[in-house]
């Protein structure tokens, strides 16, 4: 199983400011790497696909980077909407053992 | 635009079979090259990938669950479903199903399971 681990836990951003959230892979996922935003009682949002790709209709605040086992979600200047968990997906195995991270918490400061 | 929406049972006794079905609307279930998942989230955790199935029937199981689930569909009601068997308070969880070419873009809004007898 590939582990992803995502750091920090928790992370304390002020509006306008940039977010930079990580995840690690145990074993490279070479590109295979997706990032979601999850609201409270909402189900999770595709964000980000192939490490760097925007999902249809995500606007460009949002952007991820990485290969390998690093990889980072960046979001350029935060508002209000995107206080929210956010976790990594890997979709490198075969046949396929999807994993997640264990989320990381963007909170307002 | 592509929408999933979860039903079953709220309420399974400890030792009992989970049974939910997804059912898709705004497309086909059978087009494109896409797989249909299920994927649960006990309350304040992360994500756990259960299976998946393509419209021919394959699937592919998440290893640690694989010897209790099922998952199934039906073409001509554009659903899949979603049996887990011998469930424990483990299983308790926001079960949803996704459509998935890899990753997940469309999402069920989700539907809370509770495993009590």
């Known amino acids: 199983e590939i582990v992803m681990t995502q750091s920090p836990a928790t992370l304390s951003v002020s509006p306008g400011e940039r977010a930079t959230l990580s995840c690690r892979a145990s074993?490279?996922?070479?590109?295979?790497l997706a990032w979601y935003q999850q609201k409270p009682g909402q189900a999770p949002r595709l964000l980000i696909y192939g490490a760097s790709t925007r999902a249809t209709g995500i606007p460009a605040r949002f952007s991820g980077s990485g290969s390998g086992t690093e990889f980072t979600l960046t979001i350029s200047s935060l508002q209000s909407e995107d206080f929210a968990v956010y976790y990594c997906?890997?979709?490198?195995?075969?046949?396929?053992?999807?994993?997640f991270g264990q989320g990381t918490k963007l909170e307002i400061k | 635009q592509v929408q999933l929406q979860e039903s079953g049972p709220g309420l399974v006794k400890p030792s009992q079979t989970l049974s939910l079905t997804c059912t898709v609307s705004g497309g086909s279930i059978s087009s494109g090259s896409y797989y249909w998942s299920w994927i649960r989230q006990p309350a304040g955790k992360g994500l756990e990938w259960i299976g998946r199935?393509?419209?021919?029937?394959?699937?592919n199981y998440n290893p640690s669950l694989k010897s209790r689930v099922t998952i199934s569909v039906d073409t001509s009601k554009n659903q899949f479903s979603l049996k887990l068997s011998s469930v424990t308070a483990a299983d308790t969880a926001v079960y949803y199903c996704?459509?998935?070419?890899?990753?997940?873009?469309?999402w069920g809004q989700g539907t809370l399971v509770t495993v009590s007898s």
């Open positions: 997906q890997q979709y490198n195995n075969w046949p396929p053992e999807y994993t």
């Open positions: 199935i393509y419209t021919s029937g394959s699937t």
């Open positions: 074993q490279s996922v070479s590109s295979n």
């Open positions: 996704a459509r998935e070419a890899d990753y997940f873009d469309y």
